[in-house]
């Protein structure tokens, strides 16, 4: 019996990774942390009243940033890792497999599980207060989103000390993600991790176009939207095409790993070209996905800043909804290679060259904003500038990778690795960081220290042009991608090393940002007015942090730059217009989102060690909870006038 146990751990935990024993003790360590300080200062009950079960959108919002936050932290460790073992030719500080490891967790949690929770942070936090909502359309769904995004991220994440991670790449393509060459666990948790947080993603793309569409408030036509609010629908419309088909495609590689079906391996009469195609067009419409809302932000920092109307309008909206449209037509273009035919790599290589204008148009707009205006250089600001250079040259250099013949020679190079990283941290990273120095305030009443925020930034850009300029070169020079050491008659070993230097300076970056969060808690100039940028968006026009109803009265909206244009108002009037309160229906907290996401978790885990009976447990779980919602007719109230009136005085208004 104690051998069969020794057996079953010493292949169910991960062993003999010196690395992996240290993440086990501060795991641990960690867990008791936490379970002693809750203890401590008696705060289950409030953890389960006001978080756990809360289906409050801006409470929403805040566990996925903090989410995020955390698995950015996990992906740049493994960066830092990959570094270090690429700095110097044959060197073995990881070994191949491990190397393998790395690569792929660190794409995949990157791209699912950071940047898009980060993204659905800001859909949450701000586009209800955007649009003058008092919530999401479907609070108890948006419930449901976030907690089965956060119960499939720890399930893909407990591979790391559990059963073993995936090693076939962020994208795991077969034959090498099949049976025969990934017989361990790693491949079902990466299936059943994305699988689970991607109905969750599935969902709160549905839940915010039907908020955008059916809850605005009165007069807020739809071109007199918010440009966030626009790149929110045009990033969500893309969700509810491409997400299913990542639903199909994992659901087929399981079929393939678990019932022997031969979909994509060639003995059997599968073909693994199938699933390249299936998964790449989800891929490349992700990138629209989460760069959008980037634009979005880029869009509301420019005119706030330049203390102007954003330029172009109406071209920056339809430039959004062109790529939401063409982002279907690019995925070909990641091979290229593949023997399509000449016609088929003409035309995806036009759609890609294509999808350059309406992403060009949005760049000039913005410099068109900013020409002649009083440009503040404040945090966003700094970072919305920072994101131009680096994403033209992110844009430049996708171009050259969708010329067919030119691919055939960069094709799984570092020049790709350079390129997409461009892209995605000075589009994406840089958008999003943007977007919580702008919006922290509103989300937590307080401002971050400009000074440490200047130390952040410098080094987040220095070390990020330090690191993958170099790979550029790389590139060129022959170096491809997913090898773990290199031999010394390659000459690729000092700019591997500025490479790794620069990779070790953005993670200074991110200590300095989080130096910064702790010190804002304590010492963070207080926001008593709500609009502490001079904002020209509803959200600026509650207080900081808004009150759980968002708004006493629903505005009434009349044009673009709804708050600037209800704050020339009240100039002109020179009084404070006041409406009386009446009674706010909101919707009860439920602990059912968190509880059948649980179920959904036992179920992945299940599947995953290929134990049917515990994932029959967890799918009767998720049943139960449904059949329970079914029946749960109590499940909203209206919160009381004299109790709007008590918070509104308060929290004071912005005059």
């Given at each position: 019996?104690?051998?069969?146990?020794?057996?079953?751990?010493?292949?169910?935990?991960?062993?003999g990774?010196?690395?992996?024993?240290?993440a086990?003790v501060a795991?641990?360590?960690?867990?008791?942390?936490?379970?002693f300080?809750?203890?401590?200062?008696?705060?289950?009950?409030?953890?389960?009243r006001?978080?756990?079960?809360?289906?409050?959108?801006?409470?929403?919002?805040?566990?996925?940033?903090?989410?995020?936050?955390l698995m950015l932290?996990r992906?740049?460790?493994?960066?830092?890792?990959?570094?270090?073992?690429?700095?110097?030719?044959?060197?073995h500080?990881?070994?191949?497999?491990?190397?393998?490891?790395?690569?792929?967790?660190?794409?995949?949690?990157?791209?699912?599980?950071?940047?898009?929770?980060?993204?659905?942070?800001?859909f949450n936090?701000v586009v209800?207060?955007?649009?003058?909502?008092r919530?999401?359309?479907?609070?108890?769904?948006?419930?449901?989103?976030?907690?089965?995004f956060?119960f499939?991220?720890m399930?893909?994440?407990?591979?790391?000390?559990i059963?073993?991670?995936p090693?076939?790449?962020?994208?795991?393509?077969?034959p090498?993600?099949g049976?025969?060459?990934s017989?361990?666990?790693g491949q079902?948790?990466?299936i059943?991790g994305?699988?689970i947080?991607g109905?969750?993603?599935?969902?709160?793309g549905?839940?915010?176009?039907?908020?955008?569409?059916?809850?605005?408030a009165?007069?807020?036509?739809?071109?007199?939207?918010?440009?966030?609010?626009?790149?929110v629908?045009?990033?969500?419309?893309?969700i509810?095409?491409?997400?299913?088909?990542?639903?199909?495609?994992?659901a087929?590689?399981?079929?393939?790993?678990?019932?022997?079906?031969h979909?994509f391996?060639?003995?059997?009469g599968?073909?693994?070209?199938?699933?390249?195609?299936?998964?790449?067009?989800w891929g490349?419409?992700?990138?629209?996905?989460v760069?959008?809302?980037?634009?979005?932000?880029f869009?509301?920092?420019?005119?706030?800043?330049?203390?102007k109307k954003?330029?172009?309008?109406?071209s920056?909206?339809?430039?959004?909804?062109?790529?939401?449209?063409?982002?279907?037509?690019?995925w070909?273009?990641?091979?290229?290679?593949?023997?399509?035919?000449?016609?088929?790599n003409?035309?995806?290589?036009?759609?890609?060259?294509?999808?350059?204008?309406?992403?060009?148009?949005?760049?000039?707009?913005?410099?068109f904003?900013?020409?002649?205006?009083?440009?503040?250089?404040t945090?966003?600001?700094?970072?919305?500038?920072?994101?131009?250079?680096?994403?033209?040259?992110?844009g430049?250099?996708?171009?050259?990778?969708?010329?067919a013949?030119a691919?055939y020679?960069y094709h799984?190079?570092?020049?790709?690795?350079?390129?997409?990283?461009?892209?995605?941290?000075?589009?994406?990273?840089?958008?999003?960081?943007?977007?919580?120095?702008?919006?922290?305030?509103?989300?937590?009443?307080?401002?971050?220290?400009?000074?440490?925020?200047k130390?952040?930034?410098?080094?987040w850009n220095?070390?990020?042009?330090?690191?993958?300029?170099?790979?550029?070169?790389?590139?060129?020079?022959?170096?491809?991608?997913r090898?773990?050491?290199?031999d010394?008659?390659?000459?690729?070993?000092?700019?591997?090393v500025?490479?790794?230097?620069?990779?070790f300076?953005?993670?200074?970056g991110?200590?300095?940002q989080?130096w910064?969060?702790?010190h804002?808690i304590?010492y963070?100039?207080?926001?008593?007015?709500?609009?502490?940028?001079?904002?020209?968006?509803?959200?600026?026009?509650?207080?900081?942090?808004?009150?759980?109803?968002n708004?006493?009265v629903?505005?009434?909206v009349t044009?673009?730059?709804a708050?600037w244009?209800?704050?020339?108002?009240?100039?002109k009037?020179?009084?404070?217009?006041?409406?009386?309160?009446?009674?706010?229906?909101?919707p009860k907290?439920s602990?059912?989102?968190?509880?059948?996401?649980?179920f959904?978790?036992?179920?992945g885990?299940?599947l995953?060690?290929?134990w049917?009976?515990?994932?029959?447990?967890?799918?009767?779980?998720?049943?139960?909870?449904?059949?329970?919602?079914?029946?749960?007719?109590?499940?909203?109230?209206y919160i009381?006038?004299?109790?709007?009136?008590?918070?509104?005085?308060?929290v004071?208004r912005?005059?």
């Open positions: 019996m104690l051998d069969k146990l020794k057996d079953f751990s010493s292949h169910f935990f991960v062993t990774e010196p690395m992996i024993y240290g086990d795991i641990l360590l960690t867990l008791a942390g936490i379970i300080v809750l203890t401590y200062l008696k705060k289950w009950k409030w953890l389960w006001e978080w756990l079960t809360t289906v409050d959108h801006k409470k929403i919002g805040i566990m996925y940033m903090l989410s995020s936050l932290f992906g740049g460790v493994d960066a830092l890792l990959m570094r270090m073992q690429l700095a110097f030719p044959q060197w500080f990881l070994d191949s497999n491990h190397y393998n490891e790395i690569f792929t967790t660190h794409g995949t949690i990157m791209i699912l599980f950071m940047a898009m929770p980060l993204m659905f942070a800001f936090i209800p207060l955007q649009i003058g909502a919530d999401v359309a479907y609070p108890f769904l948006n419930a449901v989103s976030f907690w089965l956060f499939g991220a399930l893909f994440n407990l591979s790391f000390v059963g073993g991670s090693d076939a790449g962020w994208l795991s393509y077969p090498l993600s049976m025969q060459f017989p361990g666990p079902d948790f990466y059943w994305i699988q947080s109905i969750g993603s599935l969902a709160s549905i839940n915010f176009i039907m908020t955008i569409l059916k809850m605005r009165p007069g807020m036509k739809l071109m007199h939207m918010p440009l966030f609010t626009w790149s629908l045009a990033s969500c419309i893309i509810i095409f491409a997400f299913p088909v990542l639903t199909v495609t994992l087929l590689l399981f079929i393939d790993r678990f019932f022997d079906g979909l391996t060639m003995t059997g599968g073909n693994p070209m199938m699933y390249i195609n299936l998964i790449w067009m490349h419409p992700e990138v629209y996905i760069v959008l809302p980037a634009f979005g932000i869009s509301e920092i420019v005119a706030t800043f330049s203390q954003i330029f172009g309008y109406k920056m909206v339809f430039s959004m909804m062109i790529i939401s449209v063409l982002s279907y037509f690019t070909v273009h990641h091979f290229f290679t593949m023997g399509a035919g000449a016609n088929v003409v035309f995806f290589a036009i759609t890609t060259m294509a999808i350059g204008i309406p992403t060009g148009v949005k760049v000039f707009n913005w410099l904003t900013m020409f002649r205006g009083r440009i503040q250089m945090q966003p600001m700094l970072w919305t500038i920072a994101f131009i250079p680096c994403f033209v040259v992110g430049a250099t996708g171009v050259m990778l969708s010329a013949p691919d020679q799984n190079s570092y020049f790709l690795v350079a390129h997409f990283h461009q892209v995605l941290i000075g589009g994406v990273v840089f958008g999003f960081f943007a977007g919580l120095y702008y919006w922290w305030p509103k989300m937590f009443g307080f401002k971050l220290n400009d000074r440490l925020g130390w952040a930034f410098w080094t220095i070390g990020f042009y330090v690191c993958f300029m170099p790979q550029y070169a790389l590139g060129f020079m022959g170096m491809t991608r090898i773990y050491t290199y010394f008659d390659m000459g690729w070993g000092p700019l591997n500025i490479s790794t230097v620069g990779a300076f953005m993670g200074i991110f200590i300095f989080a910064q969060i702790l804002g304590k963070g100039e207080r926001d008593v007015t709500g609009d502490p940028w001079n904002g020209r968006t509803l959200e600026w026009s509650i207080p900081s942090p808004p009150p759980h109803y708004f006493a629903i505005p009434t044009g673009q730059d708050w244009t209800i704050k020339e108002e009240r100039k009037k020179k009084a404070k217009e006041t409406a009386a309160f009446s009674p706010i229906h909101m907290n602990g059912i989102p968190f509880i059948m996401s649980i959904w978790f036992i179920a885990f299940g995953t060690f290929h049917v009976w515990v994932a029959i447990f967890g799918l009767t779980g998720v049943g139960a909870c449904l059949l329970a919602r079914s029946f749960q007719y109590n499940s909203d109230y009381p006038v004299d109790e709007i009136q008590h918070t509104e005085d308060s004071g912005v005059g």
